[in-house]
């Protein structure tokens, strides 16, 4: 007695139902190709169309001091004298209440 799921498939056969469309397809990996592509994980060349060349007048120039350094001396020259004379009346009434 054979068994007709024992036998192996023959892609020879017609294939029944929706079956027969999808017996070429990939079978492996997450849109795989049966092509072998040359250009594997390689980033394309972008070719623009129009002239991107800037402005005849445009300057452009970099800060060489670090971002970190210049929110730090911006947050100082605003908020420093500020926040000192806010440090200053909080303690103030402390240390004049303890004087007394």
């Given at each position: 007695m054979e068994d007709s799921s024992s036998q192996p498939f023959d892609h020879d056969q017609t294939a029944p139902?929706?079956?027969k469309f999808l017996s070429d397809l990939p079978s492996?990996?997450?849109?795989?190709?049966?092509?072998?592509?040359?250009?594997?994980?390689?980033?394309?060349?972008?070719?623009?169309?129009?002239?991107?060349?800037?402005?005849e007048m445009q300057h452009i120039k970099t800060d060489q001091q670090n971002i970190l350094i210049r929110s730090l001396m911006l947050?100082?020259?605003?908020?420093?004298?500020?926040?000192?004379d806010v440090?200053?009346?909080?303690?103030?009434?402390?240390?004049s209440g303890i004087k007394q």
């Open positions: 139902g929706a079956s492996r990996g997450h849109l795989s190709s049966t092509i072998i592509s040359s250009n594997l994980g390689g980033m394309r060349v972008y070719i623009c169309e129009h002239n991107t060349s800037p402005p947050n100082n020259n605003k908020g420093g004298s500020s926040s000192k440090k200053a009346a909080a303690e103030g009434p402390r240390k």
